[in-house]
């Protein structure tokens, strides 16, 4: 984990990059789906629906914390967020709109003034401030 500084620029940018977008969602697909069926079940996108928990804690300024039952709800509304067809498991055409639109939803969250976050080395966000600094240096 790293403390870096995000702006919405930045994510734009990352989300505008066709081929580097895809390709870090699709080692993020491949790295979520443990059995290798080319869909994500709830299991599966446990470890990513946490991070995305992390992501929200950032934009929420009233520190409550959830019980156990409203998190299995989170984490289940957020799981049918993705599914949009309602098949119990994720693909990768679902696992990308989604995950597209939620870091657009960041990046307006975010404005133009940069905010330090907390980031997990191989979430996209960092991936996203990783393209922006090899951006400047080339
Ligand atoms: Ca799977």
Do not use: W
């Not at 991070?51 to 929420?60: G, I, K, P, Q």
Request: with cysteine; aromatic share 8%; proline share 1%.
């Amino acid at each position: 984990m790293s403390v870096e500084l995000l702006d919405s620029a930045t994510i734009c940018s990352f989300i505008e990059n066709e081929q580097l977008f895809n390709s870090s969602v699709d080692d993020q697909f491949a790295s979520l789906d443990t059995n290798g069926d080319g869909l994500l079940t709830y299991s599966e996108m446990a470890r990513e629906l946490q991070s995305l928990r992390v992501l929200e804690t950032h934009f929420d300024f009233d520190e409550v914390k959830p019980s156990r039952n409203e998190l299995c709800r989170l984490y289940g509304s957020l799981f049918s967020q993705f599914d949009h067809d309602g098949s119990r498991s994720v693909d990768l055409e679902e696992f990308r709109s989604e995950t597209r639109k939620m870091l657009m939803a960041v990046a307006n969250g975010l404005g133009f003034l940069p905010v330090q976050m907390v980031l997990e080395e191989g979430s996209f966000l960092k991936r996203a401030v990783e393209s922006e600094s090899t951006k400047i240096a080339a």
